[in-house]
């Protein structure tokens, strides 16, 4: 590390010093040097004649003012300042880069055989100097020059206003966007594609052409994701009311990148792993996450493109936003309770381990190094959750009158949070004040619930205390505004109306202070409390539930999410207890009745079969290692797998007859169909510790006709460590090794293989001719898969797992520190561990914390581990 890299403050944020209308870019395409020629109309705003601007990683070859050669600047590795600034100027900037040895996937370079960028967050200034800001909002018109053969598509924001060929082989296309926005949403591609090609009318009659490019060969992969963004500008209209604004909408999709997808303006640049299926390559959640990704980045046009954020430190007002937009999109097109479970699984594991470790930061972070490091379950996720609290408190109907004034006052600025919190308490007229807290507030709010009965004065007491331990970023907290969604039930499954004060109380509590209580009257026998119902607050709950309410809220719940949760919380019950009883080497056990109720609900006529499969899948190995300080790891394991040979014991024969009830002749990705092949595979997952097991997964894994179901077998093979596991992987690998994105399911299974030589195959695996650690999809695959999910292997007591990953680390930190840094979260967590594991995790970082060209994504993450 040459110098320490800096760290930047939210109060420190200060408006520019100059502005710029407008930029003209041109780009001469070549794959080892791209000559960018950057012309710009800027605007002092403020008293300075020096103009900084952002440059690094690229060659200055020119600098011009009003046309005028200009040698008053100074060039660091960071920035360019120009003096001797006039009032307002024409700016001009020459630079070259290479795109060709771009790994790191910021800024211009080279994916497969095509061009493309990425800009988000601080990636443009990778491809010139400029006001690389969100704050900074420019009209831009942007000429791409390339060789014709190999690129026939130039493509950037906005409309194709012109092009033309040149003597040379090479042609160029000019683009023009007429909507103003900041450097990190500018995008351009160039390369040789299919496109599909099809049209939506938007509600006010306008016609816009969608294109989605992909790699030559892959059309009939491409449907899907044209599907869905026809459903998501739909559901945007019906829903939010809002429209597109451009006539083309365009959608690349690239091999190598090193996120999800992104919302460049007219241009989205998606990971092909967010595009590209079909019913022999994809499996129901690939498609599931196409819809999600594809609607998450139109839905950005308007929460992210048209509102921008005014600094990064503002990162969740779009993204949180946005999240909540598509979690609704497809729990509005699905099933509501599914996608509800699924997100608060990732909320309890990932996110309040997030939480809990050195990067702990509020939705709205008060200081970041590298803003790359960001882009979080906290910022995303969390962020999410704090608008859907909104939506809770404020209702439907308030919450779009809310919508409506944030665009109203905010199109075509740059916002903070602040603004989306007083829109919406403008518009609903509800108290926000304290509410505000959950942006600047870390850390998971630990809440504890006790209840009393009073039979004499027929009332009925919930008490919630609340406190939210300290986290490294924040030594004090204070109590937060939490809406606890809550219903009364009688014994005969009946609603008990909530009476407080003489008042009906409604479902949500205002809980603000760090004790209160809630005296429901007129409660004529003692109720059972369904709590914190849909999750209504990112909250640990503290309740001390008797096993015959969970079982009773298990079946009478009117509503999926109480039901399934009240599974969980009787399933973590017993695995605590189980845990506890492998560590003093007792006998591990599930009572009768635990048995029988998750009976009841896999025999259940009413229930859905995707929400049955739901109810019978019990929680990660990871989200259990949250409870627990010392985590164990092998205990943990063993508990996980003791309760799925239990479960499979008693329920054979049911289990065994729905699996074959459940098969369907034709494939086909409709909801009801995802759902019984769900539920037939969680039957799978648990038929395959049994007796048949070898059987029906060999027999599964050579009839299957689609993706999911080929998926579901070597995935119980893998689990199950079935004898068969070997022959299947082969199977697959002689037939999909062409496929970098199909191999990536193997890969996967490699990462996770929870065999005692895991470690071995997987070094072995990294030299198969489908594996690249320049490919992130391929590197997550393999590598993030045994890092993250891999527990038991990972954190073997010998620190091999430690060593290898520091090893990788120390490769990708050249390569592409951003990758590298989303796969080092795992280890920054030491603390949660034993004596002899934090030792060992410690000496890896210690070592990362030394290498001369640390990055600073890493820098940061490791500086803070090491001093918490
Ligand atoms: N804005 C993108 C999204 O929400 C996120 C993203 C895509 C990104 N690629 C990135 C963020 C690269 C940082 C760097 O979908
Ligand atoms: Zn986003």
Not at 143 to 155: F, G, R, S
Not at 456 to 485: G, S, V, W, Y
């Amino acid at each position: 590390m040459t110098h320490q890299p800096q760290a930047k403050y939210r109060k420190d944020y200060t408006s520019p010093d100059f502005t710029i209308s407008d930029l003209d870019l041109t780009f001469d395409l070549f794959d080892q040097e791209t000559t960018v020629t950057a012309v710009s109309k800027v605007i002092k705003q403020k008293d300075n004649s020096t103009l900084t601007l952002d440059g690094e990683h690229m060659e200055l070859a020119g600098i011009q003012i009003d046309g005028v050669e200009w040698s008053a600047y100074e060039l660091t590795d960071t920035n360019l300042h120009i003096h001797d600034l006039p009032k307002e100027f024409e700016l001009a900037i020459i630079t070259k880069v290479n795109p060709s040895e771009n790994t790191a996937l910021e800024g211009l370079y080279k994916s497969g055989g095509a061009f493309c960028t990425q800009c988000e967050a601080e990636g443009f200034r990778r491809i010139t100097y400029f006001l690389d800001r969100p704050d900074v909002l420019a009209k831009y018109t942007t000429t791409v020059i390339a060789d014709k053969e190999t690129n026939p598509y130039l493509l950037s924001n906005g409309n194709r206003v012109d092009s033309g060929d040149l003597d040379n082989g090479r042609h160029w296309v000019k683009w023009s966007d007429p909507h103003p926005k900041p450097s990190y949403l500018f995008a351009l591609v160039a390369g040789q594609f299919d496109v599909l090609r099809d049209q939506f009318t938007t509600m006010s009659g306008r016609k816009v052409d969608l294109e989605i490019f992909v790699d030559q060969g892959n059309l009939d992969r491409a449907p899907h994701a044209m599907a869905s963004l026809i459903n998501a500008m739909k559901w945007d209209e019906e829903r939010f009311g809002l429209e597109y604004d451009l006539d083309i909408y365009m959608i690349v999709a690239v091999d190598f990148f090193n996120m999800g997808a992104m919302e460049n303006k007219g241009l989205n640049v998606f990971n092909s792993k967010y595009v590209l299926a079909n019913d022999q390559t994809a499996t129901d959640t690939d498609y599931l996450g196409i819809e999600a990704v594809i609607g998450h980045e139109y839905f950005h046009n308007w929460t992210g493109n048209r509102i921008t954020c005014r600094d990064w430190f503002q990162l969740s007002l779009k993204e949180g936003l946005t999240v909540f937009r598509d979690q609704e999109f497809s729990s509005d097109l699905g099933s509501r309770a599914v996608n509800r479970i699924n997100n608060v699984r990732i909320i309890r594991g990932p996110q309040f381990a997030e939480d809990a470790s050195p990067m702990s930061h509020p939705i709205r972070p008060e200081t970041v190094i590298e803003m790359n490091n960001f882009y979080t379950l906290t910022v995303y996720e969390k962020g999410s959750e704090v608008i859907r609290m909104i939506h809770t408190l404020l209702g439907e109907e308030n919450f779009q009158k809310g919508m409506k004034l944030y665009v109203e006052r905010h199109d075509g600025t740059a916002a903070t949070c602040d603004d989306f919190v007083a829109a919406m308490e403008d518009a609903s007229g509800v108290d926000l004040q304290q509410f505000r807290l959950w942006y600047s507030q870390s850390g998971t709010p630990q809440v504890k619930a006790t209840t009393n009965y009073d039979q004499q004065n027929r009332t009925f007491t919930l008490q919630l205390t609340q406190a939210t331990a300290a986290t490294q970023d924040q030594p004090e907290k204070q109590a937060l505004h939490i809406p606890m969604n809550v219903e009364l039930y009688a014994q005969d499954g009946s609603i008990i109306p909530m009476v407080i004060n003489d008042k009906p109380a409604g479902n949500i509590l205002n809980f603000t202070q760090d004790e209160q209580s809630f005296v429901f009257e007129n409660v004529s026998e003692k109720p059972v409390i369904s709590l914190l119902r849909e999750f209504s607050a990112p909250i640990k709950l503290h309740y001390d539930y008797s096993d015959e309410d969970l079982m009773f809220l298990m079946v009478k719940a009117q509503n999926e999410f109480a039901c399934w949760d009240a599974g969980q919380n009787l399933i973590a019950k017993y695995l605590r207890q189980n845990i506890a009883a492998f560590q003093t080497d007792k006998e591990l056990s599930l009572p009768q009745s635990v048995l029988d109720a998750f009976k009841g609900i896999l025999l259940s006529e009413t229930l859905e079969p995707a929400f049955i499969s739901e109810m019978l899948t019990l929680p990660s190995q990871n989200e259990v290692a949250g409870w627990f300080k010392p985590v164990d790891v092998d205990a943990i394991a063993e508990a996980l797998g003791f309760m799925k040979r239990a479960i499979a014991a008693e329920l054979v024969e049911e289990l065994t007859a729905m699996y074959h009830n459940l098969k369907q002749d034709q494939y086909s990705v409709e909801h009801d169909c995802i759902g019984k092949r769900s539920l037939r595979n969680t039957c799978l997952a648990y038929l395959a510790v049994t007796d048949e097991g070898e059987k029906l997964v060999t027999a599964q894994y050579q009839s299957a006709n689609n993706m999911t179901d080929t998926m579901a077998a070597m995935s119980s093979a893998n689990q199950a460590q079935l004898a068969c596991r070997e022959s299947l992987m082969k199977d697959f690998s002689d037939k999909w090794s062409h496929d970098g994105l199909v191999m990536d399911k193997w890969f996967m299974l490699q990462g996770t293989n929870p065999a005692n030589n895991a470690l071995e195959m997987i070094k072995q695996t990294m030299s198969h001719t489908a594996f690249s650690l320049k490919n992130p999809n391929r590197t997550r695959s393999l590598v993030g898969a045994f890092f993250g999910q891999n527990p038991v292997n990972f954190h073997k007591i010998d620190g091999s797992g430690y060593q290898f990953a520091s090893e990788i680390l120390i490769q990708l930190n050249e390569s592409n520190p951003q990758v590298a840094s989303r796969m080092i979260d795992p280890l920054l967590k030491y603390r949660q561990y034993d004596e002899t594991r934090q030792v060992l995790i410690r000496t890896e970082l210690e070592k990362l914390s030394k290498l001369e060209n640390l990055a600073k994504d890493l820098y940061e993450k490791i500086n803070k581990a090491l001093e918490a």
